[in-house]
């Protein structure tokens, strides 16, 4: 299997542009995560979908953010509009076990 | 979920065992105990995680102290690709968020 899939690996944009990050998960896996990763903050969950259902969001910082699951093989996260503080890496994770998480490797988003 | 404390560094030689300490003192009887690791420009990665008995897998083994309010991870022969910064995280059964804190960097001296 070729792991997480991640695009882009990296993203450039201007502040007030959206931003679309997706994500194609582990074929089988049924939970899928959300990740950002600042020096700041550290490693923060943003949302994660079970069998494409988004079961939990307390993590998105706030209505700029959005993610999709239209199915088992795909999720997108979108920023809408983009603010510098935004830069940060995004993971995207997969899981049958949610102790035993899958990462992808990052998408790496600046934000000028 | 409890929260737990690891040291912000370690150093270690190359080809040496290696023994990472992460203290839980407020861990709940339900709480499993995790390690991921993650190198360098990668995400990631799990390593290992147990509730109360000490447990072994191909990378490494986590020893979980008696009252359970600590834990170590131990890995058996340390190579370079081993440096990474190692996190401990405490998760609820049935939690399926995991909370990463700051975890331990781990430098390996060739």
């Known amino acids: 299997d070729a792991g997480v899939i991640q695009s882009p690996r990296h993203e450039v944009t201007e502040m007030g542009q959206e931003v679309t990050l997706r994500c194609k998960p582990i074929?089988?896996?049924?939970?899928l995560f959300w990740y950002r990763q600042t020096m700041m903050r550290g490693l923060e969950l943003l949302i994660y979908?079970?069998?494409?259902?988004?079961?939990?969001d307390s993590g998105m910082p706030e209505d700029r953010f959005s993610a999709k699951m239209p199915n088992a093989s795909f999720s997108t996260l979108k920023i809408q509009p983009s603010e510098p503080r935004d830069s940060a890496v995004y993971f995207c994770?997969?899981?049958?076990?949610?102790?035993?998480?899958?990462f992808g490797p990052g998408t790496r988003l600046t934000v000028t | 979920d409890a929260k737990t404390t690891q040291p912000n560094s370690m150093e270690s030689n190359e080809e040496e065992p290696v023994h990472l300490p992460c203290n839980h003192s407020t861990i709940s009887g339900t709480d499993y105990i995790h390690w991921y690791r993650q190198l360098p420009s990668q995400g990631p990665e799990y390593v290992i995680h147990?509730?109360?008995s000490n447990v072994n897998n191909r990378m490494a083994s986590l020893a979980i102290a008696e009252d359970r309010k600590s834990s170590t991870l131990i890995l058996h022969r340390a190579t370079l690709r081993d440096a990474a910064v190692y996190y401990c995280?405490?998760?609820?059964?049935?939690?399926?968020?995991?909370?990463f804190g700051t975890g331990t960097r781990l430098t390996i001296i060739p």
């Open positions: 979908f079970n069998n494409n259902v988004p079961i939990d």
């Open positions: 147990g509730l109360t």
């Open positions: 995280i405490l998760a609820n059964f049935g939690n399926e968020k995991l909370t």
């Open positions: 074929s089988g896996h049924d939970y």
């Open positions: 994770a997969s899981s049958t076990d949610p102790s035993e998480q899958y």
